[in-house]
């Protein structure tokens, strides 16, 4: 923790306010041999929770020849609930110079008062390394330099740990303040602008509960994910040149509307696919299939461009896909600036009223054709302070609260209780702008592409394609020039440095609060029975000075090699929450290795558009890849279709790399599950060595519930943008 303070007193944007900082040192010398003391004194003053918080370091530090002490003390007293915690950390370290042994302690003793009781944790930890020690000295009036470097070799470690554990629920929930048909929620950046019933504009989809699709997880994680929703049968051509899908007859829309028919389906997935839409996933879909078209009331058809055998896993399933299905009746009759507003669905909930960044009111459908939610009313309001949410929580003004993993802990212990989808965000970073494509393949298959709107399908073209942030220039060494081998191993290297400049183990440790697991190489967790440590990536600050040095970018004047403008996407909380943390350590890690990082957090809308078109070319922070970034996804799922042209006219992770689309191409329609294995294998080894992106930690997002109001809330498996899923299945407390 101590290294993530320093990365951030080096980074030039502060996250706290500060009110006062004072630094006083004392250095008193003698000559002769004598030892020399330095003592810093630093006094952190910072207001928590409108209460004052007094933070004091003491370093002592006896100077050469013979043992040396260093010693902290850190002192932290916090007002929490009425109660006063007193949290110290003592640390001492004796080294003996001259390459004798070293004996290194550190003591952690943490007292906090809890429910009237103390409890008190402790943390020895003895590690007996071999060092040589020589340091620069400076004699007043003798001018007597000795310059010397110090070496830690490591020869034996041993931990020993002890500790009283914390109990968990030590107290008991809130009784509720909503009634016993309401459940209230406490989000943060989930109620937005606008709530529309055009895909096309971003509308919501089967994780609201609201609108439904073909498919979606039959239960937790370890459930059978194709559990059929509106489909009632479906096959794939045997040519894989078609999938055919009849519906449900009787279906009904909210409000009145009527029977689902092919017509809503053809309509609804059209219009998420057109070249004109936002929806998130409109890339991925666009990618793999061309326009739906009905075949009857109750039949649809949807012709493929690139089968993928997990078509109804990953894609038209709730699972991870994010297509919802509205009534074409509704639109024709009211217009698009109507459907904009009103959101005409087939599913558990219905919208019963919706308030711009303030409140989404759900209200249970009562002729669901499966099964009614559970919960007859839920209101979903947009809290943005974390400490209100808690507060909203703790006092039974809310039943579920979105909160960071830092509370989870406390919140369990006061009774509440927590659900999760299984899904794990994969946050990396994305050196964006290496499109190493030249021609768009989709064209290339005699396939409908952006690059080639006019085409005759079936005939193929080769089409250029348009990448304006491919620029492999000295301003972003982080892109190399494809066929030009120098300048890739220099972008290689480059991009290798960057990463392993990152701490993700502190990252883990202290923003997510060792709630979350490492991630090396992104689309690729170390859970999966697949995973080899021999894939890991380790933190190494001074090799990835080295490195960046042999890559030409030695530092210049004042200390910066190059710069780097660094996006936030909103996965993790966005710029406000988790991520934005993340986005911070990073950009004061690279700051310290002389990368001069910005940290650039305007709104998505602004943002997307620059990967859509392909002129995006700056290393950003994110969930990116669809499935590929959530860390419950198999193994053996397709991999990369966001990373090639398949995507074109669509999201991006803002590179297009020829092998990737070469390895999706023949995994997408591989029928051996180990073959599909051994081929993603190939893909995780090419990413790791060509670092196109830098895994740091996946990040679990569970919701926090007060069991007095809710008896029960087992959520569906879930691997889709966001972790509110599975509303419907809120169970009211009796």
């Given at each position: 923790m101590?290294?993530?303070?320093?990365?951030?007193?080096?980074?030039?944007?502060?996250?706290?306010?500060i009110?006062?900082?004072?630094?006083?040192?004392?250095?008193?010398?003698?000559?002769?041999?004598?030892?020399?003391?330095?003592?810093?004194?630093?006094?952190?003053e910072?207001?928590?929770?409108?209460?004052?918080?007094?933070?004091?370091?003491?370093?002592?530090?006896?100077?050469?020849?013979?043992?040396?002490?260093?010693?902290?003390v850190?002192?932290?007293?916090?007002?929490?609930?009425?109660?006063?915690v007193?949290?110290?950390?003592?640390?001492?370290?004796?080294?003996?110079?001259?390459?004798?042994?070293v004996?290194?302690t550190?003591?952690?003793?943490?007292?906090?008062?809890?429910?009237?009781?103390?409890?008190?944790?402790?943390?020895?930890?003895?590690?007996?390394?071999?060092?040589?020690?020589v340091?620069?000295?400076e004699?007043v009036?003798?001018?007597?330099?000795?310059?010397?470097?110090?070496?830690e070799?490591?020869?034996?470690?041993?931990?020993?740990?002890?500790?009283?554990?914390?109990?968990m629920?030590m107290?008991?929930?809130?009784?509720?303040?909503?009634?016993?048909?309401?459940?209230?929620?406490?989000v943060?950046?989930?109620?937005?602008?606008?709530?529309?019933?055009?895909?096309?504009?971003?509308?919501?989809?089967?994780?609201?509960?609201?609108?439904?699709?073909?498919f979606?997880p039959?239960?937790?994680?370890?459930?059978?994910?194709?559990?059929?929703?509106l489909?009632?049968?479906?096959?794939?051509?045997?040519?894989?040149?078609?999938?055919?899908?009849?519906?449900?007859?009787?279906?009904q829309?909210?409000?009145?509307?009527?029977?689902?028919?092919?017509?809503?389906?053809?309509?609804s997935?059209?219009?998420?696919?057109?070249?004109?839409?936002?929806?998130?996933?409109?890339?991925?879909y666009?990618?793999?299939?061309?326009?739906?078209?009905?075949?009857?009331?109750?039949?649809?058809?949807?012709?493929?461009k690139?089968?993928?055998?997990?078509?109804?896993?990953?894609?038209?399933?709730t699972?991870?896909?994010?297509?919802?299905t509205?009534?074409?009746?509704?639109?024709?009759?009211?217009?698009?600036?109507?459907?904009?507003?009103?959101?005409?669905?087939?599913?558990?909930?219905?919208?019963?009223?919706?308030?711009?960044?303030n409140?989404?009111?759900?209200?249970?459908?009562?002729?669901h054709?499966?099964?009614?939610?559970?919960?007859?009313?839920?209101?979903?309001?947009?809290?943005?302070?974390?400490s209100?949410?808690?507060?909203?929580?703790?006092?039974?003004?809310?039943d579920?609260a979105?909160?960071?993993?830092?509370?989870?802990?406390?919140?369990?212990?006061?009774?509440?209780?927590?659900?999760?989808?299984?899904?794990?965000?994969?946050?990396?970073?994305?050196f964006?702008?290496?499109?190493?494509?030249?021609?768009?393949?989709?064209?290339?298959?005699?396939?409908?592409?952006?690059s080639?709107?006019?085409i005759?399908?079936?005939?193929p073209?080769?089409?250029e394609?348009?990448?304006?942030g491919?620029?492999?220039?000295?301003?972003?060494p982080?892109?190399?020039?494809?066929?030009?081998d120098?300048?890739?191993e220099?972008?290689?290297?480059?991009?290798?440095?960057?990463?392993?400049?990152?701490d993700?183990?502190?990252?883990?440790?202290?923003?997510?609060d060792?709630?979350?697991?490492?991630?090396?190489?992104?689309?690729f967790?170390?859970?999966?029975?697949?995973?080899?440590?021999?894939?890991?990536?380790?933190?190494?600050?001074?090799?990835?000075?080295?490195?960046?040095?042999?890559?030409?970018?030695?530092?210049?004047?004042?200390?910066?090699?190059?710069?780097?403008?660094?996006?936030?996407t909103?996965?993790?909380?966005?710029?406000?929450?988790?991520?934005?943390?993340?986005?911070?350590?990073?950009?004061?890690?690279?700051?310290?290795?002389?990368?001069?990082?910005?940290?650039?957090?305007?709104?998505?809308?602004?943002?997307?558009?620059?990967?859509?078109?392909?002129?995006?070319?700056?290393?950003?922070?994110s969930?990116?890849?669809?499935?590929?970034?959530?860390?419950?996804?198999?193994?053996?799922?397709?991999?990369?279709?966001?990373?090639?042209?398949?995507?074109?006219?669509?999201?991006?992770?803002?590179?297009e790399i020829?092998?990737?689309?070469?390895n999706?191409?023949?995994?997408?329609?591989?029928?051996?599950?180990?073959?599909?294995?051994?081929?993603?294998t190939e893909?995780?080894?090419?990413?790791?060595?060509?670092?196109?992106?830098?895994?740091i930690?996946?990040?679990?997002?569970?919701?926090?519930w007060?069991?007095?109001?809710?008896?029960?809330?087992?959520m569906?498996?879930?691997?889709?943008?966001?972790?509110?899923?599975s509303?419907?299945?809120?169970?009211?407390?009796?």
């Amino acid at each position: 923790m101590t290294g993530l303070i320093q990365y951030f007193k080096r980074s030039r944007i502060a996250t706290t306010a500060i009110g006062l900082v004072a630094v006083f040192a004392a250095i008193g010398i003698a000559c002769g041999g004598e030892t020399v003391i330095q003592t810093v004194v630093v006094e952190k003053e910072v207001q928590v929770q409108s209460a004052p918080v007094i933070q004091t370091v003491v370093v002592e530090k006896a100077v050469p020849g013979e043992t040396v002490i260093q010693t902290v003390v850190v002192e932290k007293e916090v007002q929490v609930a009425g109660e006063t915690v007193i949290q110290t950390v003592v640390v001492e370290k004796a080294v003996q110079v001259a390459g004798e042994t070293v004996i290194q302690t550190v003591v952690v003793e943490k007292e906090v008062q809890i429910a009237g009781e103390t409890v008190v944790q402790t943390v020895v930890v003895e590690k007996e390394v071999e060092v040589e020690v020589v340091k620069e000295v400076e004699v007043v009036k003798e001018v007597e330099k000795e310059v010397v470097k110090e070496v830690e070799k490591e020869v034996e470690k041993i931990v020993v740990a002890t500790a009283t554990p914390i109990a968990m629920a030590m107290m008991e929930a809130p009784a509720p303040q909503s009634s016993a048909d309401t459940a209230e929620m406490a989000v943060q950046n989930r109620v937005g602008l606008t709530m529309t019933g055009l895909n096309s504009t971003g509308a919501p989809d089967g994780p609201w509960s609201i609108a439904e699709g073909f498919f979606q997880p039959g239960g937790p994680v370890g459930s059978n994910i194709v559990d059929p929703v509106l489909a009632e049968t479906w096959n794939v051509a045997e040519d894989l040149s078609k999938i055919t899908v009849k519906v449900k007859e009787g279906v009904q829309f909210h409000r009145g509307w009527g029977e689902l028919t092919a017509d809503d389906l053809v309509w609804s997935f059209n219009d998420l696919i057109a070249p004109e839409s936002v929806h998130n996933q409109s890339g991925d879909y666009a990618a793999i299939v061309e326009p739906m078209v009905k075949v009857d009331d109750y039949t649809v058809e949807i012709p493929v461009k690139q089968f993928t055998v997990v078509w109804n896993q990953a894609y038209f399933n709730t699972f991870a896909g994010t297509n919802g299905t509205f009534s074409k009746r509704a639109f024709d009759e009211n217009g698009r600036e109507w459907a904009n507003e009103n959101i005409i669905g087939t599913g558990p909930y219905m919208l019963k009223e919706f308030i711009p960044q303030n409140i989404v009111r759900l209200e249970s459908n009562p002729e669901h054709h499966i099964q009614p939610a559970y919960m007859p009313f839920l209101n979903v309001n947009e809290v943005p302070e974390e400490s209100t949410r808690i507060a909203m929580l703790r006092n039974g003004q809310a039943d579920i609260a979105d909160v960071s993993l830092k509370a989870i802990r406390g919140l369990l212990e006061e009774g509440f209780k927590m659900s999760d989808s299984g899904k794990a965000a994969q946050e990396g970073i994305f050196f964006a702008g290496n499109y190493w494509e030249q021609y768009d393949y989709n064209c290339s298959q005699g396939a409908s592409s952006v690059s080639c709107p006019d085409i005759t399908v079936g005939e193929p073209q080769q089409v250029e394609v348009e990448r304006t942030g491919y620029q492999p220039t000295e301003q972003f060494p982080w892109i190399g020039e494809y066929g030009n081998d120098e300048s890739m191993e220099r972008a290689r290297m480059v991009r290798t440095a960057m990463s392993i400049a990152i701490d993700k183990e502190t990252i883990n440790d202290v923003i997510v609060d060792g709630l979350g697991w490492l991630v090396h190489v992104n689309a690729f967790s170390i859970k999966s029975p697949q995973w080899d440590d021999k894939w890991n990536i380790e933190y190494d600050p001074e090799a990835a000075a080295q490195m960046l040095d042999d890559a030409g970018y030695p530092v210049a004047s004042r200390g910066i090699r190059f710069q780097v403008d660094m996006y936030v996407t909103p996965h993790v909380g966005g710029a406000t929450g988790t991520a934005g943390e993340i986005q911070a350590a990073v950009g004061a890690m690279w700051d310290s290795l002389g990368i001069r990082t910005s940290l650039v957090r305007h709104g998505y809308p602004v943002w997307r558009p620059t990967v859509v078109d392909r002129s995006q070319n700056q290393p950003f922070l994110s969930a990116c890849g669809g499935t590929d970034a959530r860390d419950s996804v198999p193994w053996d799922f397709p991999k990369g279709v966001v990373f090639t042209t398949l995507s074109r006219g669509g999201f991006s992770c803002a590179m297009e790399i020829p092998y990737v689309l070469e390895n999706y191409l023949r995994t997408a329609g591989e029928l051996d599950k180990a073959q599909r294995i051994a081929n993603n294998t190939e893909l995780l080894e090419y990413y790791r060595y060509w670092r196109l992106n830098s895994g740091i930690a996946a990040i679990p997002e569970p919701l926090v519930w007060n069991p007095n109001s809710i008896e029960s809330w087992e959520m569906r498996a879930n691997a889709a943008g966001t972790h509110i899923v599975s509303l419907d299945l809120i169970k009211p407390a009796q």
